[in-house]
C-alpha cells in the first residue's frame, strides 16, 4: 500500500514533443505528490508539486495533472528539449509521515 | 540559500571497514533526510531528523547503520563493517516545517560509496 508504480519505464521523444509520464498510487492518505528530475551522478532536484485539492497544476513546460478518484498522476513535459534528458521520479507522502515513496524512474531521451 | 552539501562526493571503501558520510542542510531546515538509491531505482527512505531528535527509521537501516544530528545542524551518517551490498549513491535532503501537510525536500548531490 506504500508503493507509489510509475511507467514507462524509459521514454523516447522527438524534440518539440510532449513528454508524459504516469504515476499511481494506493494510500489514499498521501497528500502531496512532488516530481523530480535527475541527471547522472546528481542529487534529484524538484520540478514541480502538487496537493490533492487542485486536479492540475502548470509551471512553465510542465504541468502535473492529478486524478483523486483514479489515485493517479501525471507529469507533462510540453515541447520538449534535448536538455530535458534525464531520469524522472514520482513521489507521494503524507500518511503521519514526512518520508517520501518514490517510483522506480522513467528514463527520458529527448532526441534533436 | 547555499543548497544542501554532502561530504565526501565519493567514497571508495573495501568490505568490512567503516565509513562515515556528512550532510549539511540548507540553514534554518529543521528537518533532514536521508534516502539510499541503487542504480536504476527510485531514492529508498532510511531515516529522518526534526531537529537533533531522530523520528523515523527504515528497516533498511540495519544495526550496522547509525545516523545523528547533534545540536539540529549536519549530520552523520555511519555505516559500520561494510558490505558489497551497501554500494550506493547515499542521498540527504532537507525541507522546513510549513506549517501543515508534508514539506518540499531539496537534495544534495549525494555521496557514492563503493564498497570493493
Known amino acids: 500500500q506504500q508503493q507509489v508504480k510509475q511507467s514507462p519505464q524509459s521514454l523516447i521523444v522527438q524534440k518539440g514533443g510532449i513528454s508524459i509520464i504516469n504515476c499511481a498510487y494506493e494510500?489514499?492518505?498521501?497528500?502531496?505528490f512532488p516530481w523530480y528530475q535527475q541527471f547522472p551522478g546528481k542529487g534529484p532536484a524538484l520540478l514541480i508539486a502538487?496537493?490533492?485539492?487542485?486536479s492540475e497544476k502548470k509551471e512553465g513546460r510542465f504541468t502535473i495533472s492529478f486524478n483523486k478518484s483514479a489515485k493517479q498522476f501525471s507529469l507533462h513535459i510540453m515541447d520538449s528539449q534535448p536538455g530535458d534528458s534525464a531520469t524522472y521520479f514520482c513521489?507521494?507522502?503524507?500518511?503521519?509521515?514526512?518520508?517520501?515513496?518514490f517510483g522506480t524512474g522513467t528514463r527520458l531521451k529527448v532526441l534533436a | 540559500d547555499t543548497g544542501v552539501s554532502q561530504n565526501p562526493r565519493h567514497k571508495i571503501t573495501k568490505r568490512g571497514q567503516n565509513v562515515t558520510f556528512r550532510c549539511d542542510p540548507i540553514s534554518e531546515h529543521n528537518r533532514l533526510y536521508w534516502y539510499r538509491q541503487t542504480l536504476g531505482q527510485g531514492p529508498e527512505f532510511l531515516t529522518y531528523?526534526?531537529?537533533?531528535?531522530?523520528?523515523?527509521k527504515s528497516r533498511l537501516l540495519s544495526d550496522r547503520f547509525s545516523a545523528e544530528r547533534p545540536k539540529g545542524s549536519f549530520s552523520t551518517l555511519e555505516i559500520q563493517r561494510t558490505e558489497q551490498g551497501d554500494s550506493a549513491m547515499y542521498l540527504c535532503?532537507?525541507?522546513?516545517?510549513?506549517?501543515?501537510?508534508?514539506?518540499?525536500?531539496?537534495f544534495g548531490p549525494g555521496t557514492r560509496l563503493t564498497v570493493l
Open positions: 494510500n489514499t492518505a498521501f497528500d502531496y
Open positions: 535532503a532537507s525541507s522546513r516545517t510549513s506549517g501543515g501537510g508534508t514539506d518540499t525536500q531539496y
Open positions: 502538487i496537493r490533492p485539492d487542485v
Open positions: 531528523f526534526q531537529n537533533e531528535a531522530q523520528l523515523e
Open positions: 513521489a507521494a507522502s503524507g500518511s503521519g509521515t514526512y518520508k517520501y515513496i
